[in-house]
Each structure stands twice: as C-alpha cells, then as structure tokens.
C-alpha cells in the first residue's frame, strides 16, 4: 500500500467529494457550532429554547438522510471506498437521528427543572451523534476509531453532568475509565490488524485474512477489536461500568446510552465482522458465541435481583445486548449470513423504540414519585391510566409477547440462528429460549406493581407529564405498536438491497 | 545504516563511511560546544555590560579588559561552592532537572547553520580536506522540529526543578514557566508554520537555502506578522524580561531555581543564556537568511577581503548581534507583564493572529497556484477572517459580562 | 548499529514503562511514561520515521506528559497513595494474572508468526517525503476523520470547562431516579 503511495507522490489530486451524501454529517457540524454560539448569546431565561433549537438540527440533518434514500442510487462512496453511504449506512443514520430527537425531547424539562446546563449539553449530545452517523458510514479503522471516540467522549461527560450528586461523578468517572480503557484495547488490536495486513481498509483487510491461513497475531489482534467493542456494547463480562454508569447518570442521558451508544458499538461490530473477518468464522464466531450467551445470561440474572427500576432496566439492557449479538455469533455459518445483518438492525430499530419508551415511563413517573424503586410503580394504573397502558406495551414488548414489536425483534433473531443449522447455532437458540422465559419474570414484575399494588404512599394525584415528554412517549410507543403489528415495514426495508449485499461484498 | 540516513542530508556522510568525515563531525561537535559555552559566558558579559549601559552605569570592569572575563571568574566561584540538597527535596528529580535544562538548550545548536560558502550564488556547501559539508553539525529533515522537541523538553527542567525543590516557591515559579512555555509554544508553532508554508521544507539549510535575496528573506515574504510573533513569543518562552514571571523577585523570591546552589545553579544559569543565544540563532536562521549575505535584486552586499567560506559565518554573526541586542534591550526598557496580562496576551492576540494570518497565506498561495484574482482571494479571505475575529469578539464579551455578573465559575 | 539502536531504545521503552507502573510517586510515574515516550521516539528515527519522532516528543513528552504534570503537582497528589488497604481482595492477584496472560499470549502470537509477518516495503527516507506521503494519506483517503476530529476539540473545550465550573445554581435534585 505504501508503496502505492510512492508511485503517485507525482501529482496530487484533491479527494472527490460527495457533498450530498456528507450532508447529514456538515448539518450536524453546522448545528453543533450554531448551538454553541445562540447558547452563548441568549439570556439564562430562554436556554429552553436550545432543545427546540437542538430537535431542528436533527431534524435538518433528517432530511438529506430522506433524500439519499429515495434517489436510492445503491451506494455513493467516498476516498476510494472509505466512507460508503448505502442503504444500511443511511437505515442506521435514521436511527440514530431518531433516537437522538426522542431523547431531546425527554431530557428538555429534565434540564431545565434540575437547573443544568443546557446549551453545552445540547451540544454534546450533537456531537455524539454526529460520531454515530459517522460510525454508520466508516468502512476504515480510522475513521471507525475517530467516529468511536467522537461519539463517547461527549458520552463521557454526559455521564456526570449531575455535577453536584457523587453518584453523577462516580458514573462518568467509571465510564470514562473503562471506555478509555476499551478504546486501548481496541486500537492495540487495530494497530495489529493494520501491521500484519498493511491497510486499514476494510475490504483490504477482509482480502488479505481471506488470502491464507490465519497468522496468531490476525487472531489476537481480531479478539482484542471485538473485547475493545464489547466494552462499548457493555456486553458480559466488560459490562461492569454499564450499572452503575446507568444509575448515576441523568435518566435522559442513561436512555440514550442504553440505546444509541450500544447500537454505535454494534454497527462497528457489524463493519468489522462483515468487511474485515468474515473468512475468521473460526475465530470471531466462538467469541462472540460466548459473549452473547454469558451477556443475556448474566444481565438476566442481575435484572432478577434489582429493586431499582434503573438498575434493572441497565441489567435488561445489557441481556438485550446478548440478544443482538446472537446474529453475529453464527454470522458465517449456513444461511445465517444472509439475515444476521437484518436481524441486528431490526432488533437495533425496535429496541430503541421500546427501551426509549420504558425510560420516557421512568421519567414521567419519577417527576411525581421521585423514587426509583419498582415499588414506586404501585397503583399506576389507578392514577394514571395512560401511562400504565404503555408501560404494558415497552415491558410486554421488551419481554418478548406477539404482536407488539419486541416480538418481532426476537423472532428474526432466532430465525437467523436457525438458519444457521449448526450444533452451537441451536444450543445459542435453546441457551437464548430460556432466557426470554428469565426476563420476562422481571418485566412482569414492573407490570404486576403497575396494575395491582396499591400506590406505596396513597398518592394519588394524576401525573402532570409536561408535552415533550408526551410526543416521546407517543413516538416509542406507536412505533413499538407498528412495527409488531406490521413487521413487513421493516423486513421490507431490509430486503431493499440484501444487506449483506449493501456492505460491498 | 539507517540511525546514519538521519544525517543523510548532508553531503559529507553520502557513501560509505570513511575516517575523514568522522573526523570532522568529531570536529564539528567540539566546535560548537566550546562555542556554546563561550558564547554563553560572552552573552552574560555582553547583557550585563550593554544593560548597564543603558542604565548609565559602567558593569562589570574588574575581571580582564572590559570586565569580560567576569562571568569565567563568577562561574570559578559557582563551582566551588557547596551543593545544597533541601532537606523535602526529592533527591534524584532534584539531581535531574538541571540536566534537562542544559542538555536540550545545547542540543539545539547542532541544527543551526553557522556560515556557509553563498558567494556567487554557491549553495552554502564548503570543501573542508577535500570534504564537501555543510557548516552545521547534522541537517535532519525534520530539523526544525528538532528545535521545537527540544524546547518543549526542555520544559521538563524548569518544571521538575520548582517541584523537586520541596518548597512553595519555586513550585509557584515553576508552574508559571511550564503554563507560559505551553502557551506561547502554540503562538510560535504557528508563526513557524507560516515560515515552513514559504520554504516548503523543514530542513534548517533548506530554508537557509530558499532566502537567497532579500525579498526572499522569510521577514518580507511571509509578511512580518509571523515575525514579530515569533520574536514575542520566543522572547515569553524565554522567560525574560518583560515575561520573566518566573522569577519575579518580588513575588517569588527567585523563581523555580530558588533551592539550587553550586554546579546545578551554574547549569541553569548557563541554560537561560545559552538558550537566549540559540532562539535567536533560530530567528536569524529562520526570517533573516541565517548565514546568506545581503542580496537586493542583483546586487550583493559582499564583504570583499574575506574568504567565503567564512563570510557567511561573519554574516550570522552579525545578524545574531543584532537580536541578543534587541533581547537585551527589551529587558533593559520594558515593565514586567501581570499574569493575566501575560496568558491574555498569548491566548487572545497572539494565537489568533497568527492562525489567521496563517490562513491568510495560505489561501494566496492557493490563489496562486489557481491563478485566481490575488485581489478577491486576499479581499475575501480578509472579510472570512474579520468576521470569525467578530464571533471571537462576541464570545470574548460575554464571557467578560457573565464573569462580572456571576463572578468567577471556576 | 541497527541492533544496538534497537536494544537501547526497546530498553528505554521497557524501563519506563514498568516505572510508571512500579513508581509509588506519580510524578516519577509521569517521567517513567516521558522515557518510554523518547524510546518510542528514538524506534521511530531507527524505522526513518523522522516526523513522527519529532511529533511523538513535541506532542506527547512535550505537552501531554506536561500536563499530566500539571495536574498532579497542582491537585497535590503527588505523594504516595497508601495501596495498603485493599478493597477487593481478589483483584490485585486477577490484575497479575491477566496482565502476565496478554504479555504471554501477545509475545506467542508474535514469536509463532515472527516469519510470516509480511515486511513493509522500504520507503527511501529521502528527505521530506515522509511528511509528504502523511500529507498526503491525510488529506485524500483520511479527510473526512481529520476534520471530524477538530469537533472533537469542541467537545474537549467545551466540556472541559463544563465540569471544572460551579454548578449553576442550587435547585431540588429533582431528576435522580435513585433510591
């Protein structure tokens, strides 16, 4: 490759630029800085109004993500195949513009009634998805790299930005620790994969590990990139910040690192497996097996036990996770290649919707309890009948039951290691079976305390959901209707361009 | 050979390695040290013989003609006196630090081009028994960095010299140096970036070699901005006067190297000097031409009875005059910054205007190379400048409003 | 030359980095990483990586490691931790365990393919054409990460000052969903 180099020392031509197919990511760089200067010019009155500012730049940034997808030209690539904007790249831009709106509009009256700052939150929250949308469309260690650091450094500070409470810090100490921590074992994998291939492209990559026999440093070097990832997707047994980081966090903030950030690590995931190791089943495949079953396994367990409802939604997060990297774990093996792709970002979409939503119902009830015990949930239904109602949905849904979206969710997944056909393949189906059986005692619990116990304190005034928090929850909770009732939408989607087929290969 | 290839750009180590060329590299590294340490001890003489000057006194005039071998009789007595190791030093760091000092202020006359052959348009090469060779020890590619690493190493000294001391302070001094080094560090990163934009290499003698007349000189063709915020920020990364924080007796008794005596003392001592002799040598070699003579169009300022071999030596020397002058100058008439005026300075003028004016040529050479009207590159580029300079204003005003309201945040 | 070179800079690197580790005072710690940093740094020019060499010292020894420095001298922790008291007992033993596993685990990986690992081609340190080819390799195939990681730098700033302020004003902890 640098050899390569050399030979076209000679002349230099600027990169070609796809300015259309960048737009979504100049917005958010606009909007960042654009935050960043009426935040500083406005009066400490009227900082609320960044959040609307902060919902319009998403929504800008929407836009163009809209228009790729209809002009539909499969793919437009940039820097000789660096940054490729596709139908799965732009499927997960979507997604994570959609998740950041929703979590805008949960965190507005958080922010403003805890006496936070709000302009540089705004700010950072754009930066962190911009890091996102990158990640989406990165086909290269570095840009992979860059797009990671960018979207949990922002993610880092958000962790502690209640400033005065111990549990703040302690959360965005211990995150930022461990993603640092990550992030080395990550790049010392990087550094390995980029000696013994001579690219950090990951097509190149993919090439020369397909060339020949696997060296022992290829496969230290692809177990170090997916433990560094594994951090970020907090999977078992790099989950320990996830907890504590979750509790201690603002809970708009923990809503979005249970949903954005975790799917971040999971396309970067998918990138590598797809582009870079899919001739390193041998490897890769055993792995990921392990995570995914220890992950849902032991995230189940410890949800069983939590009496705080954050705790347990952090711990039902992190047995998600496993859930999601059941696809991956059998990615090479039979038919499965073909739908694990679809499977993880229809469960990525779908999680998303329902774990925002069950947040958006914590933070809704919480203003009035102010309690984060499950028992808190008492009498709900007595008092705030619309807000028990979806409560039902984001918990039946999370927990697996037909038709709502959760369900779909789970069935492509298990579809996926079924079509898989191998040994490991249906001891991960059988592995995975019982653990919905798990976790569904702990979601029913939360729903057991919202439909039959009495309120804990005979506090029966209604809710007083302030609007932002409504459009929330009606956003999550009809998407979670939808898609369970008309799963075609999305499966649809994800036969546009067989996905697998979308990632260049 | 690949350790050898750094030194691969100058002719005399090309080939095969032979006894000659040893021989003069041996040479030239004697050279330059006892150079450094005399010209060190005569910069002490000089400063404090012109300071008095200025002051209407007459300095030193005991020791030798003139006083000139004062600072060899004030160095004799430094060596002889007792080294005191403070009772809450921490010994070995105590020990390290004024090696770290000297050694970086010594290494950095290595990349320095002292003369050179530029007579009759000769490229600054001259024959030594039969050698062809540059006069400067090694010409790595990347020298001018080399400078910038050894500055900011020799930020270590200073630092690890208040600390080790055990004492308040020259903890206090120390920290001031190394925030004051960090900060004028950027504002002099960027004013050489524009002087590499024009020369286009970061070897010392190619950018020697691409001064060849005197609207080449890196002073006229990058503007003078650069310039003048090279020479204030290396006169802060100096730490001397008016930035001599650091030692301000007033406040902090005699700065980081209050606890040191004797040898360590004289280590110091000779690193400020050496290093005040050496940034100049880097802003001679870097706006002025280094050793090249005085060329305007055609005709050359030539000092006619001396070999050229030697006259771009004399032309060095007298450029580097002419700047230990002016630094002895600046402490003889300016006041002394406040802190805040000092970070102030450095943060909200210096850095921005020469990023700016950095950009600015930038896009004329962009401009050039397009051939795009000159008048609406320089005409727009100004207008982008002035209006991110606005946005700097605004912030800079709020944030001066919000303090008096709210008091300080931090 | 070459292996001599190579031996002293690994033992620079080595040195220092069980120093930092090893160092009960953190500002020897720091200067154990500034040595391990300059044996980074002397492999570089040994590989006629020059400019990385001079980047490597100017970034890294120069302004990172000095503001490590900062930090520790300016929060007064610069005296030894007491580590004697030991909060989960089992950890200090795992540390050892799982360290000493990658150190053997990298070290078989790189002994078993030492033959296989397929050798760069040699660049001609002519030069500045180091610099030119990082340029270049920047600007084209790497842009649009370079540029991003500008917002990075707001994201420092920004948040930077963000956590060393005040908190704005006392208002009921409103929003803690803890117990």
Partial sequence: ?505 | MNVVALLAADPLLDGELRWTPLLIVVLKVLVIFVLGLVGTMFMVWFERKVVAGMQNRIGPNKAGPFGILQTLADGTKLFFKEIMNPARSDPWVFRLAPFLAFVPAFLVWSVIPLGGDFTEGRDGTVTWFGQVTRVQLADPPVGILLVLAMSSIAVYGIMLAGWASGSKYPLLGSVRASAQMISYEAALGLSLAAVLLSAGTLSTAGIVAGQNSLSNWNLVATGFVPFFVFLVAVTAELNRPPFDLVEAEQELVGGFHTEYSGIPFALFYLAEFMNTITMSAIVVTLFLGGPQPITIGETTLSIGFIPGALEGTLWFVLKLLAFLYAFVWFRATLPRLRYDQLMDLGWKFMIPISLGWFLLLAAIRTGDANQWNPVVVVVSSLVLLGLGYLLFVAALRVSARNREREGAMF | MELLVFVIASGMVLVGAVGVVAMRNPVHSALGLVLTLFGVAVHFVAMEAHFLAAVQVIVYAGAIVVLFLFVIMLLGVDTAEDLSIEPVPIQRPLAVIIGVGTVVLVGTAVIRTRDTIARGPELEASGDSNIRLLARNLFSDQVLAFELTSVLFIVAVAGTVLMTRKQKRVAPDRDRVGS
């Fill in chain 1, 1 to 505: 490759m640098i050899a390569a180099i050399v030979a076209q020392l000679g002349e230099w031509t600027a990169p070609v630029i796809d300015w259309h197919a960048l737009a979504p990511e100049l917005i958010l760089v606009v909007g960042i800085n654009l935050v960043l200067f009426i935040d500083l010019n406005i009066g400490e009155a009227r900082k609320w109004a960044m959040a609307t500012l902060t919902g319009f730049v998403l929504l800008a940034a929407f836009v163009p993500v809209v228009t790729l997808a209809v002009i539909g030209d499969a793919s437009r690539e940039m820097f000789d195949g660096r940054y490729v904007v596709d139908h799965y790249a732009l499927i997960l831009k979507a997604i994570f513009l959609l998740v950041a709106y929703v979590v805008v509009l949960m965190s507005q009256n958080e922010l403003e009634e805890g006496g936070y700052y709000q302009g540089e939150f705004y700010v950072l929250m754009l930066c962190s998805v911009l890091g996102m949308v990158m990640m989406a469309s990165s086909r290269d260690l570095v840009s992979i790299f860059v797009a990671l650091e960018l979207l949990s450094i922002p993610a880092y500070m958000m962790a502690a930005w209640r400033k005065r409470d111990v549990r703040s810090n302690e959360a965005g100490v211990k995150y930022y620790l461990l993603g640092v921590f990550a992030s080395a074992v990550l790049l010392y994998g990087m550094s390995f994969l980029y000696g013994t291939t001579g690219s950090t492209k990951l097509v190149e990559i993919g090439e020369v590990l397909a060339s020949g026999d696997l060296i022992a440093m290829q496969v230290v070097a692809i177990a170090f990139v997916i433990a560094g990832l594994a951090f970020k997707v907090s999977a078992v047994p790099f989950h320990s910040w996830a907890p504590d980081t979750y509790e201690g966090a603002p809970t708009p903030v923990t809503a979005f690192f249970s949903v954005a950030s975790k799917a971040a690590g999971f396309v970067a995931l998918m990138s590598l497996i797809f582009l870079a190791f899919p001739t390193a089943t041998g490897v890769y495949q055993p792995l990921i097996w392990v995570l995914a079953v220890l992950t849902m396994t032991v995230g189940n367990v410890m949800a069983l036990r939590q009496t705080n409802i954050v705790r347990m939604l952090a711990y039902s997060s992190v047995s998600q996770g496993g859930f999601i990297l059941m696809p991956l774990a059998v990615a090479g093996t039979g038919d499965a290649s073909q739908s694990a792709v679809r499977a993880v970002i229809v469960y990525l979409l779908i999680y998303a919707f329902m774990n925002l939503g069950a947040f958006a119902v914590v933070i809704a009830v919480s203003r009035k309890t102010r309690s984060g015990e499950i028992t808190s949930f008492g009498g709900l239904f007595g008092y705030a009948p619309g807000m028990a109602a979806v409560m039902t949905i984001f918990m039946a849904s999370l927990a697996g039951i037909p038709p709502l979206g959760g369900w779909i969710a789970k069935f492509n997944v298990f579809k996926t290691v079924i079509d898989a056909g191998s040994g490991a393949a249906y001891a991960l189906a059988v592995i995975a079976a019982v653990n919905t059986v798990i976790a569904a005692a702990y979601y029913m619990r939360v729903l057991r305390q919202v439909w039959m116990m009495p309120a804990p304190d005979g506090d029966i005034t209604p809710l007083a959901t302030p609007a932002p928090v409504t459009a929330a929850l009606g956003i999550t909770a009809i998407g979670t209707l939808v898609l369970g009732v008309l799963p075609g939408l999305v499966l649809r989607f994800g036969d546009l361009q067989d996905l697998t087929g979308a990632l260049g290969r």
